[in-house]
Every structure is written in structure tokens, then in C-alpha cells.
């Protein structure tokens, strides 16, 4: 179950990122703004009363600590990507302990690239 999740981390990411800036920004709004046109489709933000600053609280954490997670994904997927593709053996073996941590996060897919590339340069284990 846990393997399946991997393969769709970054979607989950995206999904709770992009929720928690929505509640950010409708308490923000109803905190610190008033503005009457985002008042209408915030969700009823105004009848939670003093659990707006909580609101706030939460959301910024909340998007704050998965906009980081898009952020690290993203550049893991990158030095991957890197590293795969160039013609180097040395500096695949240097990085080969980062690259089996990578392939283990984000899934079967990277796993897969991972053994052909390994298979390629002939490399056991």
C-alpha cells in the first residue's frame, strides 16, 4: 500500500498544498482584509468566528510545510534526472546511495530507471 502512495506523492502534495492556500488566503482575507468579493465564496469563513486565527495558523503551516515538499521533490527529480542521463560512470557510482534513496521516494518508475541505468553500466547489487 505504502509503495502505491509513492507513485502519486507529488499529486498529494499538490492537493494539500493547494488546499491549505485556499483556506490561507479566505482567512487571511476575513482577518486582516474584509473584502467583500472573497467574503461571498469563502466557505463560511465568517461564522467560525475566533477559530479564524487558528484557521490561519494551520493553513500557513500547512502550505508552507507542502509547499517545501513540492519544492524538495522537485529538485530530487531533477539530480536524478541528472545523474541518470549523463555518461559518467564515476559520478553515477559517487551518488549511486542518493540516487537508491530518490528511486525509493518517489517510486517503481524511478526504481526501474535506476536498474536499467545500473544494468547499463553493469553495476551488481
Not at 486582516?32 to 495558523?57: A, E, K, P, R
Not at 559520478?91 to 546511495?97: I, L, R, S, V
Request: aromatic share 20%.
Amino acid at each position: 500500500m505504502a509503495s502505491k502512495l509513492r507513485e502519486f506523492s507529488l499529486y498529494i502534495y499538490l492537493v494539500l498544498a493547494v488546499v491549505g492556500l485556499i483556506f490561507l488566503i479566505f482567512s487571511t482575507n476575513y482577518i486582516f482584509f474584509h473584502n467583500g468579493t472573497l467574503n461571498d465564496y469563502s466557505f463560511g469563513m465568517d461564522t467560525v468566528g475566533n477559530w479564524n486565527d487558528w484557521i490561519f495558523v494551520v493553513s500557513l503551516f500547512i502550505s508552507a510545510t507542502f509547499l517545501y515538499y513540492i519544492y524538495k521533490w522537485v529538485q530530487d527529480d531533477r539530480f536524478f534526472m541528472k545523474i541518470i542521463n549523463s555518461d559518467s560512470k564515476s559520478h553515477f557510482m559517487k551518488n549511486m546511495k542518493k540516487l537508491e534513496k530518490i528511486a525509493r521516494e518517489h517510486g517503481s518508475i524511478y526504481q526501474q530507471m535506476l536498474q536499467n541505468k545500473k544494468s547499463f553500466w553493469k553495476i551488481k547489487a
